[in-house]
Every structure is written in C-alpha cells, then in structure tokens.
C-alpha cells in the first residue's frame, strides 16, 4: 500500500516553506466585507426601484403577499439538504444574492434591452415581446446562476453532489420570486386603485392567483435545472474539467429553455398559458420533485455503506452508521439530546451528524478515484470533529438506533453492523494507520 504525499503547505505558504502574509484582498474579513457592501447596496437600489415603480403602498401590499410562500419553499428545500444541511451562511448568501444583486441586473438589464429593441425597431410590442421571451430568461437566469457558481468555486466543501446544487439554487430563486413578486403584485395594486378594481375581479387577485397559488414553484424550478448541473460536476475530479464546465452550462440552457417556455405562453393563445402549465410545467415540477427525493435516498445510502469501515477502525459505535443514515433515526437522535442535555447537546448532534455525513461523502469520493491531494488532510479533520463531539452524539444516536433499526434474528450477525476490530483507550482518539491513503494507487 503507497503511502500518501506530504501534508500540502499552509495556503499563505511560500514554496520553500516560509510563510508569508496574505494580500490585503486575500483575507477573509476583506471579501467578506465587500460581499456584504455589494448585497447591501444591491438591496437599497432595488428597494428604492421597486418602491418607485409601485408607489409607497403598493410597496407594503406586494411585500405582505409576495412574502407568503417564501417560508414554504425554503422549508421545502432546507428538507432536501438535511442529509447533509449546508451553513447557514451559504443559504443567505444565495437568498440574498437572488433577491438583491440577481433581481438588480434583471430589472436594470430587462428594461434597457427592451428599451433599446424598441427604438431600433420601432416596434414597442414587438420588443415587449421578445424581452419576456428571450432577453429575460437569458438575463434572469444567468444572474442566478452566479450565485451558486460563487458557491461551487469558493465553498467547495459544502458543496458535494446533486442536492447541495438543488439546494443552493432554490434558496437564489426564492429570493429572486420574492422581489420579483413584490414588483408585479405593487403594480397591479396600483392598477386596481385607478381603475377602481377590487375583491376577486381586481388585478392584484388575478395576479396573486397566478403567481403565489398557481407558481410559486416557478423561479426555483428553473434554476434548480442550473443547481442540478452544478451538483452533477460538484464529484468530478480536478482533471475532468470539461466535465465541470459541460454540466453547469447544460443545466444553465435547460433553465433558460424552460423559462422562454413558461414566458413565451402568454403569447400561445388564450389558453395557451393553461396549456404550458398543465402539460409542461406539472409534469417537469414532479419529475424534478423525483429525482431530488430519490438522490436525497441515494445519499442516505452511500452513508450507510461507507461510515461501517470507520466503526470497524473504532471511530464510530457499530449503531452509528445505520442511524446516520435514517433521516428518522437523526431526528431523534436530535430530540433525545435536546430532551436530555438541552439546545447545546442537540446542536451537537446535528453537526456530528453533518460532519459524518461529509465523511461517508469523502470516503466515497476516494473510493471512486477524485479525492482530491488533500484527502488524509480532510478526513483527518472531520473524525477530529466527529471525536470532540461523541460525548453528546453516541447516546442519541444509539438511542435512535434501538428505536428504529428493524429486529434481527439471533445469531444473525451484529444488530447494527460490523463489530469494531479494536476499541480506542478510554479517552483517546484512535488514529488507525494513519498517513497512509488507501485511495491512492
């Protein structure tokens, strides 16, 4: 068996070996600020246009409609991710960047390239109509798209396959819908109050209607195709980049196809939006529900097969494994803790949950051949993780484990899977042939 290579250096490490310090824009305070600065103006642009355009109170009358299905689909996708739940950072970076920074390049990018088909062709219905169906869904989408492309370049660890993708993009399209939603049903609040609309025949209930009860699910359908591609490239190893810049580019065009779809119905007919709804968007929403619920499944399993070698090593209980890798059994695992040891033993739990997870996932990457060069280094770190936090997890999740794990026939083989070949000293963490990768051929 090879040994692995050299721990790599420090990344402020010069080649010989002599630290040096970062550039000035090379901290992380600094880029966290400038993100924050860009999110922030972005939002006060976009809050002062839309007020604008809406007028102060149908400002407050889109924003107390358009926020109703926003805790819904967050929900809906922050259940996706907990196999293995993202930080909460990354999640309000996306929220924020679709619903400030990707609805600011929208609006401003929408509005001069209608503008500008207008005058160049004398044709304002003409450019309305080709602006809802080409220019914005090629402007929408892709301004999306950059928040989770800055995800998959700069938080590649919490990044790992087709739902970190999924999960990431639905949480940009959500923020996305909401401003986007606060405009549209502003206006036609502004609508029904000169032409003296109101109750169920007014424009802002048609609007609410279309928008809030018939496609919520819109915006984040669209540009989970993009998170999907994404994802699809999150395992490819660091020599298969055409791979890596093949998918996101497939996913972006199917989301972009698929939007032109959705907004090029209005010019179908009169039933043409019924149509596209009933016999595109349905069907293409509960395909797409599949296969996110499926490899959600798949990740549980790959959890499953992979945490046993850790518990033979002695890093895990034999119960673990199989609990780690039930969403039920986690979740009482949760209750347990926080029943027993409070909010701080639960908290635990979940991140010992989530770093096993990372775990099974690193393993699983190494088996396949793209582990990275710092496979011994990372996983290192993640049993390290796990170690500090056994005090709280190993009962929940033995606990769980009992209260779930389907009954076995005596004689059958251990209950919760391979007994450990040796069980670390009391106290101390053991450290099972390490230095050696046995990924590596």
Same mark, same amino acid.
């Given at each position: ?27 992380p305070a600094v880029r966290y600020g400038a993100m924050v600065t860009l ?13 604008e355009q809406t007028g102060t109170r149908g400002f407050l009358v889109g ?35 679709g619903a400030c920074a990707a609805a600011l390049i929208a609006i401003v ?87 003296? /609309?109101? !109750?169920? +025949?007014?424009?802002? @209930?048609?609007?609410?209607? *279309? %928008?809030? &009860?018939?496609? #919520?699910? $819109? ?9 999907? /591609?994404? !994802?699809? +490239?999150?395992?490819? @190893?660091?020599?298969?980049? *055409? %791979?890596? &810049?093949?998918? #996101?580019? $497939? ?191």
């Amino acid at each position: 068996m090879a040994s692995s290579p050299p721990y790599p250096p420090y990344p402020g490490a010069a080649p010989g070996g002599t630290p040096r310090h970062p550039h000035w824009w090379q901290r992380p305070a600094v880029r966290y600020g400038a993100m924050v600065t860009l999110l922030a103006l972005s939002g006060l642009v976009i809050l002062a246009l839309v007020r604008e355009q809406t007028g102060t109170r149908g400002f407050l009358v889109g924003l107390g409609l358009a926020v109703l299905p926003v805790p819904l689909l967050l929900a809906a996708f922050r259940w996706l991710g907990r196999v293995e739940p993202g930080p909460w950072r990354n999640l309000l970076f996306a929220f924020a960047w679709g619903a400030c920074a990707a609805a600011l390049i929208a609006i401003v990018a929408n509005s001069f390239a209608t503008r500008w088909i207008a005058t160049a062709t004398a044709d304002p219905a003409g450019a309305d109509t080709l602006g809802a169906t080409v220019i914005a869904p090629v402007v929408e989408e892709t301004a999306k798209a950059a928040a989770v492309l800055l995800l998959f370049l700069f938080r590649r660890r919490d990044f790992h396959g087709i739902l970190g993708g999924v999960v990431a993009a639905g949480f940009t399209a959500t923020g996305f819908a909401f401003t986007e939603n606060v405009l549209y049903l502003g206006n036609a609040f502004g609508t029904d109050q000169l032409t003296g /609309g109101s !109750g169920i +025949a007014s424009v802002t @209930a048609a609007t609410f209607f *279309v %928008r809030i &009860v018939m496609s #919520p699910f $819109a915006h984040p359908l669209f540009t989970v195709l993009t998170g999907i /591609g994404f !994802g699809a +490239a999150a395992p490819a @190893a660091d020599r298969q980049r *055409v %791979r890596r &810049v093949l998918l #996101p580019l $497939a996913g972006l065009l199917l989301a972009m196809g698929m939007h032109a779809l959705w907004n090029g119905s209005a010019t179908l007919g009169q039933f043409g939006f019924i149509a596209v709804y009933g016999a595109f968007m349905v069907p293409a929403f509960g395909l797409l529900t599949w296969l996110v619920v499926w490899t959600r499944q798949r990740e549980l399993r790959t959890v499953r097969t992979e945490l046993p070698a850790y518990a033979v090593a002695g890093w895990l209980r034999p119960a673990e494994p199989f609990a780690l890798g039930s969403m039920r059994a986690r979740r009482l695992a949760r209750k347990f803790a926080r029943e027993h040891g409070g909010r701080p033993a639960a908290r635990a739990v979940a991140q010992y949950e989530a770093f096993a997870t990372s775990l099974a996932f690193l393993r699983h990457r190494g088996r396949a051949g793209k582990a990275g060069a710092d496979f011994v280094t990372r996983e290192r770190e993640l049993l390290l993780e796990l170690w500090r936090r056994r005090a709280a997890a190993r009962p929940a999740l033995e606990h769980a484990a009992r209260l779930t794990a389907p009954p076995v026939p005596y004689g059958a083989g251990w209950a919760y899977g391979p007994v450990p070949a040796r069980w670390p000293a009391q106290g101390q963490p053991p450290y099972p042939a390490y230095g050696e990768n046995p990924y590596r051929r």
